[in-house]
């Protein structure tokens, strides 16, 4: 699979978003690169922690931030090969808002794991639905 240098991979600390990343870092090897984007939600004026002033935009990027580079070292992935990007928005929109700045090879995204038509939940059907890049879905299981 040499031509998927650049895999994008959305990462909302599920279990398959993990699952997601172990597979891109597969994928992309040892010449490939995985760029990791997490989307905030917006911000909720009456959080209590909004009110009292410890919660801004900043501390939750950098928080964010924080977590995504720990779990990366912690599952053992190539952290030199490996990206991330916080953004904040609607999940699908900012997916592929960072897959027009990017423009990977391939983006993975995982399945909500249900049956039926709702089997790829709604920000997976979004992504496979407004991305410009090919999209591999990750069944469980």
Known sequence: MDHFKTILVPVDFSDRSVAALRMASDIAGNDGRVEVVHVLGPIIANEPGVIWGSVDDASRFAHATDALTDLLGGLGLN????????????????????????????IIVPSTGRTGLAALGSVAERIVRLAKTPVLVLHPG
């Open 79 to 106: 952290t030199s090969r490996t990206h991330v990007v916080v953004t904040r928005g609607n999940a699908a929109h900012g997916v592929v808002k960072v897959e027009s700045e990017v423009q990977p090879d391939l």
